[in-house]
Protein backbone atom coordinates (compact mmCIF):
# COMPACT_ATOMS: atom_id res chain seq x y z
CA UNK A 1 0.00 0.00 0.00
CA UNK A 2 1.49 3.25 -1.09
CA UNK A 3 1.42 6.27 0.76
CA UNK A 4 -1.04 8.00 -1.69
CA UNK A 5 -3.50 5.56 -0.48
CA UNK A 6 -3.31 6.09 3.08
CA UNK A 7 -5.98 7.40 5.41
CA UNK A 8 -5.70 10.95 5.51
CA UNK A 9 -7.90 11.31 8.91
CA UNK A 10 -4.73 10.96 11.11
CA UNK A 11 -3.38 14.19 9.00
CA UNK A 12 -6.82 16.50 9.41
CA UNK A 13 -6.83 15.45 12.83
CA UNK A 14 -3.25 16.91 13.47
CA UNK A 15 -3.70 20.22 11.19
CA UNK A 16 -7.74 20.80 13.59
CA UNK A 17 -5.24 20.31 17.00
CA UNK A 18 -2.46 22.83 15.77
CA UNK A 19 -4.96 25.23 14.06
CA UNK A 20 -7.12 25.34 17.44
CA UNK A 21 -3.93 25.20 19.80
CA UNK A 22 -3.08 28.35 18.24
CA UNK A 23 -6.38 30.07 18.36
CA UNK A 24 -6.65 29.22 21.98
CA UNK A 25 -3.12 30.52 22.58
CA UNK A 26 -3.69 34.06 20.55
CA UNK A 27 -6.96 34.31 22.11
CA UNK A 28 -5.45 34.23 25.97
CA UNK A 29 -2.03 35.76 25.51
CA UNK A 30 -2.56 39.86 25.65
CA UNK A 31 -0.86 41.32 22.21
CA UNK A 32 -0.08 37.78 20.51
CA UNK A 33 0.42 38.57 17.12
CA UNK A 34 2.20 41.80 17.95
CA UNK A 35 4.99 39.33 19.79
CA UNK A 36 7.90 37.94 18.15
CA UNK A 37 10.28 35.46 18.31
CA UNK A 38 14.17 35.52 17.71
CA UNK A 39 16.18 32.74 15.64
CA UNK A 40 20.24 31.86 16.38
CA UNK A 41 20.80 34.73 14.43
CA UNK A 42 18.80 37.88 16.14
CA UNK A 43 16.36 38.13 13.75
CA UNK A 44 13.15 38.66 15.17
CA UNK A 45 9.63 37.33 13.30
CA UNK A 46 6.28 38.36 14.83
CA UNK A 47 4.10 36.14 15.43
CA UNK A 48 1.51 37.27 12.93
CA UNK A 49 4.32 36.65 10.15
CA UNK A 50 4.27 33.03 11.80
CA UNK A 51 0.71 32.18 11.76
CA UNK A 52 0.61 33.56 8.14
CA UNK A 53 3.14 31.74 6.84
CA UNK A 54 2.27 28.27 8.57
CA UNK A 55 -1.48 29.09 6.64
CA UNK A 56 0.28 29.36 3.56
CA UNK A 57 2.12 26.24 4.26
CA UNK A 58 -0.85 24.37 4.91
CA UNK A 59 -2.50 26.15 1.89
CA UNK A 60 0.05 24.36 0.06
CA UNK A 61 -0.10 20.80 1.12
CA UNK A 62 -4.16 21.20 0.46
CA UNK A 63 -3.22 22.22 -3.09
CA UNK A 64 -0.89 19.35 -3.44
CA UNK A 65 -3.48 16.79 -2.23
CA UNK A 66 -6.16 18.31 -5.01
CA UNK A 67 -3.48 18.07 -7.70
CA UNK A 68 -2.89 14.70 -6.35
CA UNK A 69 -6.65 13.71 -6.52
CA UNK A 70 -7.51 15.36 -10.20
CA UNK A 71 -4.40 13.38 -11.22
CA UNK A 72 -5.59 9.81 -10.10
CA UNK A 73 -9.13 10.91 -10.19
CA UNK A 74 -10.13 10.61 -6.94
Known sequence: MGSC???VQPSVA???AVHGHLLQLIAH???ALDRYTVNE?????????MVWMLGAHAAGHVEQIW???RVHGI
Do not use: F, K, Y
Open 29 to 31: VPG
Open 67 to 69: MTR
Open 5 to 7: WRP
Open 41 to 49: AGSRQTVRR
Open 14 to 16: LLR
